[in-house]
């Protein structure tokens, strides 16, 4: 069975670094994408960006590009989402999720999710 | 970072049928496949709808997708209590190189 657990609540100071996790289990960790999402509060659903745990080929949206930065170990299957400065606009509910695949290289979505992790950033 | 276009809000009686549309463009929806995603208060967000319009193992056969041109849409025909979530649809985005959601639909069971 296909897991994924991440990392628990964090409170935060503006300007304070972050780094968060997600680790996964059941599958092969490196054959499969890893994508982060964020959910503001009572907000929709921002694709954040991905990253390839074969080779850390990561691709960012535009809207986090430069503020965020995505890694993995993939000696713990475990995948991270770090901040070097929080702002308080970063208060949100950060989810990852496997990308799983269909016959085609374009058929892909998102199973399993993590339960997300809330970060608060309050001076 | 542009968004796939969802009403607010749609609701049903038990029983009832809804529908919910998800209009997006030419390098989203028109060139991808379209995903839907089920949100409930507290719990891990899960995917109802994937390619468009196949149903993963332990959904229930009420949901349905469909896409057509630059728009899709999810049904839930036989509306029941624990429906009552937030729904995104999602798609790739061949300008953008990364994926859109939906602004998303709240699914109130009256």
């Known amino acids: 069975e296909v897991q994924v657990v991440q990392s628990g609540a964090e409170v935060k100071k503006p300007g304070e670094p972050l780094e968060i996790s997600c680790k996964v289990s059941?599958?092969?960790?490196?054959?499969?994408?890893i994508t982060w999402v964020r959910q503001m509060p009572g907000k929709g659903l921002e694709w954040m960006g991905m990253i390839c745990p074969g080779d850390s080929d990561t691709r960012y949206s535009p809207s986090f590009q430069g503020h965020v930065t995505l890694s993995v170990d993939k000696s713990i299957n475990t995948a991270y989402l770090q901040w070097s400065s929080l702002k308080a606009s970063d208060t949100a509910i950060y989810y990852c999720?496997?990308?799983?695949?269909?016959?085609?290289?374009?058929?892909?979505?998102?199973?399993?999710w993590g339960p997300g992790t809330l970060v608060t950033v309050s001076s | 970072q542009s968004e796939l276009t969802q009403p607010p809000s749609a609701s049903g009686t038990p029983g009832q049928r809804v529908t919910i549309s998800c209009s997006g463009t030419r390098s989203n929806i028109g060139s991808n496949y379209v995903n839907w995603y089920q949100l409930l208060p507290g719990t891990a967000p899960k995917v109802v709808v994937y390619s468009n319009n196949q149903r993963p193992s332990g959904v229930p056969a009420r949901f349905s997708g469909s896409r057509s041109g630059t728009s899709a849409s999810l049904a839930i025909s036989g509306l029941q209590s624990e429906d009552e979530a937030d729904y995104y649809c999602a798609a790739w985005d061949d300008n953008l190189i990364g994926y859109v959601f939906g602004t998303g639909t709240k699914v109130t069971v009256l």
């Open positions: 059941g599958y092969i960790f490196t054959n499969y994408w």
């Open positions: 999720a496997k990308r799983s695949t269909g016959a085609t290289t374009s058929d892909h979505w998102f199973d399993p």
